[in-house]
């Protein structure tokens, strides 16, 4: 297994990080937090998670050891691939997961794409007991910790992928607004904003005012 990744950043995409390690590009595919943080020809350090399948290996890259061990977790709920489990973490830190897992949140895992109210219901039993508690918390105060380390609204998660891409600051403002109308549609829906569809138009919006 690969346990982590630590090199310059070589690029960056939408939804992935190329990582050079030792001379080689390590393609690691990451949730726009984490892409957020990294910059170009910048070092960087990533958990991993390698999935294996009979016809592909897929690098999943992570901030820290504690999203990758609820990445790998959430896999064990009936029917979560680590793409639906990547999405989850997209839309929450580990810590607002295992909160809502705690306090039976339907609402907040059907703020995911993808997971409907019949899903959220049965990912709650499946996952019942086998995230834990809030790290170094429990109770209402890791329900408060939880908030306040959720992540940031998605037009701000939008604007930080943006700049971490190499955009300027007013590029990226402007290439959010360009997208809002598609983000309240899907929130007046009653789903979440999917900031990865998001992020692909915008950087459309971006590349047709060039």
């Given at each position: 297994m690969?346990?982590?990744v630590s090199g310059p950043v070589a690029a960056l995409a939408?939804?992935?990080a190329v990582i050079e390690v030792g001379g080689v590009g390590m393609a690691v595919h990451c949730t726009p937090n984490t892409l957020a943080g990294l910059r170009?020809?910048?070092p960087a350090r990533l958990a991993t998670s390698l999935v294996v399948r009979e016809d592909s290996l897929t690098l999943y890259g992570f901030a820290d050891d504690d999203e990758r061990q609820v990445f790998e977790l959430l896999q064990t709920a009936s029917g979560v691939g680590p793409k639906l489990a990547q999405a989850m973490l997209a839309v929450h830190s580990p810590d607002?997961?295992?909160v809502a897992v705690s306090v039976g949140d339907e609402k907040a895992l059907m703020a995911v794409s993808g997971i409907g109210k019949k899903g959220a219901q049965k990912l709650l039993l499946d996952l019942k007991d086998k995230l834990g508690s809030p790290l170094g918390s429990s109770g209402m105060v890791g329900a408060q910790r939880a908030a306040a380390s959720a992540p940031?609204?998605?037009?701000e998660q939008l604007s930080a992928a943006l700049i971490g891409?190499?955009?300027a600051s007013r590029d990226a403002e402007e290439?959010?607004?360009?997208?809002?109308?598609?983000?309240e549609a899907a929130i007046a829906a009653g789903g979440s904003a999917p900031v990865p569809q998001l992020?692909?138009?915008?950087?459309q919006s971006l590349n047709r005012a060039r």
């Open positions: 690969i346990a982590f939408p939804s992935l170009t020809g910048e607002a997961l295992r940031a609204p998605w037009s891409l190499g955009y290439a959010v607004s360009a997208v809002t109308p598609q983000a992020l692909r138009a915008a950087l």
